[in-house]
């Protein structure tokens, strides 16, 4: 994450991550505007490219080459990534609606989700077809669909519905994948059936006549049935049936036609064209409302109608980067008007191409590798970006315009600001901020965060012990919701290694300063995401402090209830020879993160690590208390080994870890290759002479991992022999599927280091 002393003074909300969006990005990246913040809020971590999808089914390209990484994009631009789905807009609140996380606020907001596919119009294609968009599930399908191939070979007939450019060429691809692996089976590839249908008169009616020609002789000498004026009018299990009445066999049913906009866009108020795509003007602003914009597919220009291609997708990024930072400016957004022809060139599978541009139509080997060359040279726009720099402390001047009390907000937020208690964030923006947070309400928490008093009052009940522990970190995403569930995760992990329940939370909170506005939205975001973690836990937050700091940082101070009987309390200190090491999480939180402050990794890395670091150890404690664990404890900053001799010291034990046997994070170990590790990973490094004979394994790929600082990490457990399998059978039925045994505990030896590692 990026951080720089500009306030925040203005949102720009991107909802999509299309075509037009990533352009958006990447000028923001090159250029950044003092004092703008973007957010990119997208379902989807990895978007394709779709010129190059079709390569990709053929089997022309990997999953990588073909997909736009938006988390890393994001962190080159200093945008926040939101990886949730817009369901709704309120434009009376400038805010959009989340299908599972708090509103965002915008000042500017801009649409390029692309198209909807219509099955509802044709009964039973949402059951039975699969729709080539949303793409993510069409290429679960699609991997699938080739893994039935590969593993049951067999007769099979595929049919796609949409005679367009789009259908035909994914046609062709995948009959060329399909048959290809079939021939590497030594299997016959005339057993896969092929068939097109189209309510038009030709395929490709949009193309010039010679190009449809083109296109219907490599049907027909690929062995394609086309059907032509034969429009679908249903869908099932077996097929489809067509207007006439005709039932065509098929096992799978691929439906690539024409699609519309997305049926919550009719909600928003927005101004929607017959096909329910938005309507703009010649500046990419919404015919209704100048502050939200639209581009790609979704979006409709009212004076220059143009069929649904990528090519203006692509070429709207630049017009639509420019308006979103002039109309923050308060300057005259400039108008875009689109070409009226561009080149097409639709691949046939095999690495062959067809051009076409109005009138003109050409093919041949030579214009696949000239559209390959093309479509490669644009992904590594976006793949290939500039190594990130330290941002200068100050930069340029803000041209955002301000005026009365903001400006009078946005002066103070740049001025030497006063300390000690002066230092807190205003009183009306905190009580705003959590006004609307509810906590679990607790019968034992007398007074709590909405009473007025100065300090929560919580009772003790009778046979309890209480269990106190404190954790406090900087923020290492720009997503202060997740921020807020992953530290009060962490927090909780201490409480529940210990075998007790949470029963009330203190949170400290430091916010960079800026509008109050801006403020008081981070503070809630950040809350509400925790809040949802200490809900879940039963532990009520019943106050904090917050104050102004340059980066964003938030603890808690948790308090947690125990049985006082000693045998109830799980310690470090109660590792006994012959027990088992169980660890729930996976490791490599650190240097994955260090990673992706230098743009080296892959969002769908982070994705994972960001699912495990979510994910409450409450169950986990409980599953490892019942099968009679011995000692335990929550892995953090101190790394696995760090965490492991802490238990082997009071324990007077010895302990064996075996190395491949750990649960790993995905990346992990290319980046701990690369040479790229946390901050906090030299301390760690430190207890190496904790390690007998380390020389034995310096070179093993896992090795540096046991010195990785976690963030929320698992639970490493000290468990009976003859309960371990057991064990981590419940552990992963409760939803902790990488947990593993990872070693074992021995009598105290003679040597000095406590623990060996194993390959």
């Not at 003092?34 to 990119?40: A, E, F, K, S, V």
Request: hydrophobic residues 40%; charged residues 20%.
């Amino acid at each position: 994450m990026q951080n720089t002393q500009q306030p925040v003074l203005r949102d720009i909300v991107l909802v999509g991550g299309g075509h037009s969006h990533v352009g958006v990005l990447r000028r923001f990246g090159m250029k950044p505007a003092p004092g703008i913040r973007l957010t990119l809020i997208c379902r989807d971590t990895h978007t394709p490219y779709s010129g190059m999808l079709p390569g990709y089914v053929a089997g022309h390209y990997a999953y990588d080459d073909v997909h736009i990484d938006l988390r890393r994009l994001a962190e080159f631009a200093g945008a926040r990534f939101l990886r949730t789905e817009a369901t709704g807009i309120d434009r009376a609140g400038q805010q959009v609606i989340c299908s599972d996380r708090p509103a965002i606020p915008y000042d500017r907001l801009s649409i390029n989700i692309g198209s909807t596919p219509k099955l509802s119009n044709t009964g039973g294609a949402a059951d039975h077809a699969v729709a080539v968009k949303p793409i993510h599930r069409f290429n679960d399908r699609w991997l699938a669909l080739l893994e039935r191939v590969r593993s049951t070979p067999g007769p099979m007939r595929i049919a796609v519905v949409g005679g367009g450019a789009g259908g035909v060429e994914l046609l062709l691809a995948m009959q060329h994948r399909l048959r290809s692996e079939l021939k590497a089976l030594k299997q016959n590839p005339d057993l896969l059936a092929f068939a097109l249908f189209t309510r038009g008169r030709t395929v490709l009616p949009t193309h010039a006549l010679n190009v449809q020609r083109r296109f219907a002789r490599v049907l027909g000498e690929r062995g394609v049935a086309v059907h032509c004026n034969a429009e679908v009018a249903g869908v099932d299990a077996t097929g489809l049936t067509t207007v006439d009445g005709q039932h065509h066999h098929a096992d799978e049913v691929v439906w690539v036609t024409r699609a519309g906009g997305a049926p919550w866009l009719r909600d928003t108020g927005l101004a929607l064209d017959d096909s329910g795509f938005i309507q703009v003007t010649d500046t990419l602003q919404t015919v209704t409302d100048p502050n939200v914009f639209a581009a790609g597919d979704i979006a409709s220009m009212v004076n220059h109608p143009r069929e649904k291609a990528g090519v203006f997708a692509v070429r709207q990024g630049r017009p639509l980067a420019r308006n979103l930072r002039l109309s923050l400016e308060d300057r005259e957004p400039q108008p875009y008007r689109p070409q009226r022809h561009w080149l097409a060139l639709i691949s046939t599978g095999d690495q062959y191409a067809v051009a076409s541009r109005g009138p003109f139509g050409a093919e041949g080997a030579a214009l696949w590798r000239w559209k390959d060359w093309i479509d490669r040279r644009f992904m590594a726009r976006f793949n290939e970006l500039p190594a990130m720099e330290e941002p200068a402390r100050r930069g340029p001047r803000s041209r955002v315009a301000l005026e009365g009390e903001e400006a009078k907000q946005a002066i103070s937020a740049v001025a030497m600001r006063c300390g000690g208690c002066g230092a807190k964030v205003g009183a009306s923006t905190l009580s705003r901020a959590l006004g609307a947070l509810q906590p679990v309400d607790r019968e034992d928490v007398l007074i709590g965060l909405h009473a007025p008093d100065d300090a929560a009052v919580v009772r003790v009940p009778p046979g309890k012990a209480m269990v106190h522990t404190v954790d406090f970190f900087r923020a290492f995403i720009d997503d202060p919701y997740i921020f807020g569930q992953i530290a009060a995760n962490h927090a909780l992990g201490d409480i529940f290694a210990m075998g007790a329940e949470a029963q009330t939370a203190t949170a400290v909170a430091t916010v960079p300063q800026g509008l109050e506005s801006k403020v008081e939205d981070t503070v809630y975001q950040m809350m509400a995401g925790a809040l949802e973690i200490l809900n879940d836990a039963d532990c009520a937050l019943v106050g904090g402090h917050t104050g102004e700091g340059q980066e964003l940082a938030l603890g808690f101070a948790i308090n947690g209830l125990i049985d006082d009987q000693a045998d109830h309390i799980m310690r470090k200190g109660g590792m006994q020879p012959g027990n088992v090491l169980i660890l729930t999480k996976p490791i490599g939180t650190g240097t994955l993160f260090a990673a992706h402050a230098r743009l080296a990794t892959r969002g769908r890395w982070i994705d994972e690590a960001l699912r495990s670091m979510r994910h409450s150890n409450r169950l986990a404690a409980q599953c490892l208390h019942r099968q009679g664990a011995t000692a335990c404890t929550d892995l953090t900053g101190f790394g696995l080994l760090g965490h492991l001799v802490e238990m082997t010291r009071p324990s007077e034990v010895d302990a064996t870890l075996t190395l491949s046997a750990l649960p790993v994070l995905e990346g992990a170990e290319e980046t701990v290759a690369a040479g790229i590790l946390s901050s906090l990973q030299p301390a760690n490094v430190r207890l190496r002479r904790a390690i007998r004979h380390a020389e034995t394994v310096l070179d093993h790929p896992r090795y540096p991992l046991v010195f990785d600082p976690q963030t929320a990490g698992g639970l490493l457990a000290s468990v009976p022999a003859e309960q371990a399998d057991a064990c981590v059978r419940e552990l992963k039925d409760l939803g902790y599927p990488h947990t593993a045994i990872i070693g074992q505990v021995e009598p105290q030896g003679d040597a000095l280091e406590p623990v060996q590692l194993k390959p």
